[in-house]
DNA sequence: CTGAAAGCGCTAACAA
DNA sequence: TTGTTAGCGCTTTCAG
């Protein structure tokens, strides 16, 4: 790594040397080098140094479409970016790519971005990939919208692993791994709780999100676990700014909760916007927690508390979930559902 | 795209059809559809229409790893990306990728995604990729830290187009694209000038911040040009938001500006904290404008007018650039200065 | 306009 | 343990 190649006389500087190169220089055959890279315990120690210094100097590295072709197999894993949302504190798809790209790197796959061309496929780009065999496998990032492509996928018999449940079909054949958003709720509805609020209202989405009333869920059963109300204390709509401040300030003038919890970062922003208007401190007079932990979240005043998912972890576990099918082995569990944490700040 | 290619008897579903298969049922021969699919213009309409139908049925799609070999080409583009940094508004590659995804995707490529395993090694990953031909060029971003990579890239003949100008050295002979920043500030200065400010504060990097600098010299050379002092007016600081809250203050406190012209999104919401915490109204009172149009801008209240880059045309103009270079054609300008706009918000 | 032959660089079988 | 042979699927000469 890093280590200047010796510029061989006579070859062009832009074809890199080949296997028949070393072998030439090492004194061996090709297949010897193909084995010293693949399979070096099949070689004699004083010859895999041999063929191992011919590899250094040249710096040789085995070309990837002969490798590819040969074995097939792309070492590439595809992931479909959606185009990015404005005004929103869309955070968690970036931060997953990134984390994505780290763990593949470990397995020795690299990450091949593409994106839908035609929006209204749900299999736009999956399908071409697969066909031409660019892959060798996809993770899918969009099923939390109750997407069909990971039926469509299963059904193709492509092999890919969903980052978000099959709500819709929880029996679905395909690895996933996702993390628990109720769990995540949960957990900040229980830290207002112990902080002394019993007036504690929820902002979430339309009702026809899965993710949304998964996550609803989390805040009604740690109310309703310590005998407290939940009537009246919720609402459900867009997921804008604009949406959570309007939101927020009909409950507050109608069942005076003492806090929030949000199904987004968004949404909480909206009801900073409320408090500031009516000239509340967050966190002093009433709390807010959001969801996902986004950059506006650690960014805004007086600090927002919210929700995080483990990426890092969960794009771990993905890759190991891909090894699991690239080797066709059987999986003890379809899915694997992970813990959120909570980051406090000021707001609450 | 999207029709369910007929599930041919016999073959398995996992082994897409190769060029033998679709030349058997069309009754050609296998460079016959070569030619339908590279060159269709050699052949008879209705030889080709009759191609054509066979690869319609058989969801014929070329073999990547087969047409990779034999082209020496891998239709990737390599990008490396840093790993996320918290608690800052950097909003910019994110936005990016996507673009440039999109771009590519017009010019018949992918996007290849990888991250440096040794941070200290500038030439970490691209070296690999290159050796093992895994892409056939890269595009470099983060030219703007002053980092080498561009230089040794170019001593080693790569082929890259980079998102950044060459500070460090004018004359490097790869193009390059990038948004002009003192254009950005400008713009950002006179906006407030046309709105009657006079004492315009800056706040930006350190001096070794070649662009902190030419972001700088926007609003240095728009108070110039109408004969209005900087003196006192400006403060270097790091990139985060506790420091543009500290900048600020001091500022405010020593030369009474009434707007602040920011070198990023983090310092200008540092400097509406300082607003906030002294019960003054951004907009009303003081003025702030920052850079990058940042998520946290338009989320923040009363939301913050932000610089933009227009970074969807950055990246099309990096592809139709990496054409150029891959195709060896010499190219008139190698470099294009691209020009910011105002996203004006309640800041201001 | 169509077909035959060659080979890109590699690795999986097999033979020595 | 090493070398030989074959072929992955495609495109690029070059003949027909």
Redesign the pocket.
Known sequence: MGRMPERVPGRLPG?????????ERA?????????????A????P???ERVRAAIAELG????????N????SSHLLGLRISPHLEGTAEATMDRFVHSLVEASRGAGYHVLLFDAVDRTDPLAGYDDLLR??AVDAFVVTDTYLGNPQAGLLDERGAPFVAFGRPWDDPGAPHPWVDVDGAAGTRLATDHLLDRGHERIAWIGWRKDSTIGEDRRSGWSSGLRDRGLPTSGLASRVEDTVASGREASAVLLDEARPTAFVCASDTLAIGVLHTLADRGLSAGRDVAVVGFDDSQAAQLVLPGLTSVRQPLEQVAVEVVRALEGVMTHQPRPEPGLLLVPTLSVRGSS
């Open positions: 074809s890199p040397p080949t296997l028949a190169d070393v072998a004194g061996v055959s090709r297949q010897t080098v193909s084995n010293a890279v693949n399979n315990e099949l070689l004699r004083d010859t895999l040789y590295l085995p070309n990837r479409a002969a490798r072709l040969r074995t097939r031409a065999t």
